[in-house]
């Protein structure tokens, strides 16, 4: 069941997927429309995404619930976002939205929760700021959306 819309700040839009890893996690989410480079495109030392011309380059990754389209660029994605789960600076569960083979191994190696093929677009709900809660083992998606800029938490 779907609840989406609801305005009310305690009850969470909720969207399904499907789990590709199991475990429940929660946080602020990161959100970008574009695919991210693992190899050459975030420092797995520091969490951040480092690729020049992605809009996101600068900004941490690291415990936060990532919604990307998902991975591009060589074999070595899954190796970099396993060299940022063993620094400690990996994101707290992946949303994707183009499942490839590169995304999945990289979910399962991090074993960080995971959700994909969404029965509705994951962007028209989760914003950057937005509290999220994965849970990759039922495919479900909380969404709890941030305050307005100009009122208090």
């Not at 990754?61 to 074999?75: D, E, H, P, Q």
């Amino acid at each position: 069941m779907t609840a989406v819309g609801k305005k009310s700040m305690n009850s969470p839009i909720v969207i399904r997927g499907r789990g590709v890893v199991p475990g429940v996690a929660e946080g602020k989410a990161m959100v970008t429309k574009e695919t991210i480079s693992g190899w050459g495109g975030i420092s797995p030392m520091e969490g951040k995404i480092i690729e020049t011309r992605h809009e996101l380059v600068g900004q941490c990754f690291a415990n936060k619930i990532l919604l990307f389209r998902g991975a591009k660029g060589s074999s070595g994605w899954s190796a970099m976002f396993h060299m940022a789960k063993l620094a400690g600076v990996a994101p707290a569960a992946m949303l994707f939205t183009d499942m490839t083979a590169k995304a999945a191994l990289g979910a399962v190696v991090m074993h960080v929760p995971t959700v994909t093929d969404f029965e509705e677009d994951p962007y028209s709900f989760i914003e950057t700021g937005d509290h999220v809660r994965v849970n990759g083992s039922d495919g479900l998606v909380e969404i709890w959306k941030k305050p307005p800029a100009d009122l208090p938490e």
